[in-house]
């Protein structure tokens, strides 16, 4: 879903994908959801970026 919204609004330099903050990460469409979905997904993050960590220490 991101690489399509990449390839649609910010397009390409030569042959590789460009990718702004402005026109790709701030407006990357996230459909409404409850709070409760919210709060699943930061869990949910939180514990792969925690994972991430400890690999990086190993």
Do not use: D
């Not at 959801?33 to 400890?54: D, F, Y």
């Amino acid at each position: 879903m991101h690489m399509t919204q990449i390839k649609a609004v910010e397009g390409k330099l030569k042959t590789h994908l460009r990718c702004s903050n402005y026109l790709c990460f701030n407006t990357f469409l996230i459909p409404p959801m409850s709070k409760g979905k919210q709060n699943e997904i930061e869990h949910i993050s939180l514990n792969i970026l925690g994972v991430r960590e400890e690999e990086w220490e190993l």
